[in-house]
């Protein structure tokens, strides 16, 4: 039976085995292939960068620790972002205002 260490150094010595070979044998066979192998390596490494990114943000935003934010304005003072929802009641007063007002604006009143 295998063990996980045995495990992990044949996976680590295959990987590099694997990367030897497409970089030596087959992108080296002609400079289409150089191309696509470059173009690839460039995309999957910047989607694991990128993917490292986001999860090295996340764990530090778990741990507590405060990272600046980019363009999104000022936060509350708990770290988080400001909704633009207004409240439902706050809604429901400032249509009946506007209602109001309205009313006022066009000579019609409660009052008679």
Same mark, same amino acid.
């Given at each position: 039976? /295998?063990? %996980? $260490?045995e495990?992990l !150094?044949? *996976?680590?010595?295959? &990987?590099?085995?694997?990367? =030897?070979?497409?970089? @030596? ?5 002609d ?10 390596? /460039?995309f %999957? $490494?910047?989607?694991? !960068?990128? *993917?490292?990114?986001? &999860?090295?943000g996340?764990? =530090?935003?778990e741990? @507590? ?6 363009g ?13 929802r ?14 109001a007002?309205q009313g006022?604006?066009?000579?019609s009143?409660?009052?008679?």
């Open positions: 039976m /295998v063990t %996980v $260490t495990f !150094v044949r *996976l680590v010595t295959s &990987a590099f085995e694997v990367a =030897a070979k497409i970089g @030596g044998e087959v992108a080296l066979r400079p289409l292939s150089f191309l696509i192998v470059a173009a690839g390596t /460039v %999957v $490494t910047g989607a694991v !960068v990128v *993917l490292g990114y986001l &999860a090295v996340a764990l =530090a935003n741990l @507590g620790i405060t990272t600046p934010t980019l999104r304005g000022q936060q509350d003072a708990d770290g988080r972002i400001p909704t633009a207004p409240n439902p009641e706050a809604q429901r007063e400032a249509k009946g205002a506007a209602r007002k006022q604006q066009y000579g009143s409660d009052e008679e």
